[in-house]
């Protein structure tokens, strides 16, 4: 299984390396006014609301990364320096397309990479240069959160909070 990660890790941090390394818009010292620039700017803009709005770019994040989920293996599988190294070069990938993950710190490795796996199946928008995406795993209802007691903010007290700052 050692290699089998370390391929997919390569391949992982290659799409990475292209990702950022592919031709980018214009830039703006390739306008002649600052008209020119605004105009350029406001297409893109309107460009990427009518792939957003159209639901043309709607593809699964493993479909937009060029990944099966088949290539991922189950975390039961893989030893826990394994499952670092995979959830390290896995968010590289996804902060080379502008995608943050909202986890909270401290999780380990072997709770995160199957969340981060669950959430590639979702519809996934690539913000190309336009901002950062950040997807959270919690939707604040301590019943269905994914993280164990202690690591999330939706399982605090509020009742026992006071918000004096003391």
């Known amino acids: 299984m050692q290699r089998y990660v370390e391929q997919l890790c390569g391949d992982l941090l290659a799409a990475a390396q292209r990702r950022r390394e592919r031709p980018r818009p214009l830039a703006d010292e390739y ?6 620039r605004q ?12 792939r957003y709005t159209s639901g043309e770019s ?10 099966e989920p088949e290539a991922f293996p189950p975390a039961e599988r893989l030893t826990d320096h394994q499952l670092e190294t995979l959830v390290r070069d896995l968010l590289d990938l996804w902060a080379a397309y502008r ?16 969340q981060l796996l669950k959430r590639m199946h979702d519809d996934y928008f690539d913000p190309g240069d336009g901002g950062y995406l950040h997807l959270e795993f919690c939707e604040y209802e301590p019943a269905r959160c994914p993280w164990p ?18």
Do not use: K, W
């Open 31 to 36: 306008f002649v006014t600052e008209e020119e």
């Open 58 to 67: 709607n593809r699964s994040m493993y479909d937009t990364l060029g990944f």
């Open 39 to 50: 105009r350029a700017e406001l297409i893109r803009h309107f460009s990427d609301v009518e």
């Open 99 to 114: 995608t943050l993950a909202d986890a909270p710190q401290g999780v380990s490795a072997r709770l995160l990479y199957p």
């Open 149 to 166: 007691e202690g690591l999330c903010s939706c399982r605090i007290d509020l009742g026992n909070f006071s918000g004096s700052g003391e």
